[in-house]
């Protein structure tokens, strides 16, 4: 049948939604870097999570690398992990910052007021902030279209669910996970008008036993499809022993479920850290 059809192709080929990070709410980067740098630049990375998280934290970490290979001795690169969104983070920013790093970013929603705050102490020193939304002279913001990957894993979702009951994992209501969950029932409906989303909120961004467990949850509620905007493989991995789908967060998560695991959004922030070391 066509659906047929159409199923083993998003098996087969749709495997990984490659989602570049190179998005604008920065101030005109349009190319990837080339050259190398004048001068030793000491970059700073502030991550919410542990980098082996395979999700957020650890894509990030894949672009710091990009950066040193891009650059090799040419740059200095420091980062923080696990920091708590608040007042440690401004103790974070303010060391990297002192330490006489040229420019940081700050890889979390969270950490927006605490970069501006120390963005206006240390007028020389470039900061970055990912997913927010307030900007300085030294302080900029950046992000990626996750919305419109969310929508293509729901259309996917909608055409795999039996049940027509989605379930997401989500981590704090801001504004990139309402994005999220609104792509991904929207994409749903597109091919799917019985679907419906069921969401229980974790608190948290990477704690794999609160994320299993409200995977656990929502499966017990009947969804047989599961999204995640948290940062652990653990609803993927629930999911399998579960035998219900599921979608990788940030990173390829097929080796935690070979067969739960339908896709995943890719976070790749290589091109964007490379270009903005440049510009320093």
């Not at 704090?172 to 994005?179: D, R, Y």
Request: with cysteine; hydrophobic share 40%.
């Amino acid at each position: 049948s066509i659906q047929s059809k159409f199923i083993m192709f998003l098996r087969n080929y749709v495997k990984k939604l490659y989602f570049t990070a190179i998005l604008a709410a920065v101030f005109g980067i349009t190319g990837f870097a080339e050259g190398v740098l004048a001068q030793t630049t000491k970059v700073g990375f502030v991550y919410v999570g542990p980098i082996g998280d395979h999700g957020w934290t650890y894509r990030h970490h894949v672009g710091l690398k990009a950066v040193e290979k891009k650059f090799g001795s040419k740059v200095k690169t420091t980062y923080i992990e696990k920091v708590p969104e608040g007042a440690d983070a401004v103790r974070v920013i303010r060391k990297l910052a002192a330490d006489g790093n040229d420019i940081i970013f700050t890889t979390s929603f969270g950490f927006m007021n605490p970069t501006a705050q120390v963005a206006k102490a240390f007028p020389k020193v470039k900061f970055e902030h990912a997913t927010g939304y307030k900007t300085g002279p030294n302080f900029s913001a950046y992000n990626s279209r996750f919305y419109e990957a969310r929508y293509l894993t729901g259309i996917i979702a909608g055409k795999m669910t039996k049940k027509n009951r989605l379930g997401y994992v989500a981590s704090f209501p801001i504004p990139e996970v309402i994005h999220g969950i609104n792509s991904a029932i929207l994409g749903a409906r597109s091919v799917n008008p019985k679907a419906e989303i069921r969401v229980i909120w974790v608190s948290t961004w990477y704690d794999p036993g609160k994320e299993s467990d409200a995977t656990k949850a929502l499966i017990d509620q009947g969804v047989d499809v599961i999204f995640q905007h948290t940062d652990s493989p653990a609803p993927c991995q629930t999911a399998e022993k579960r035998g219900v789908f599921c979608f990788g967060q940030a990173s390829d998560n097929s080796h935690f479920a070979p067969d739960a695991h339908l896709t995943a959004i890719i976070d790749d922030w290589d091109p964007y850290y490379v270009e903005r070391v440049k510009a320093v």
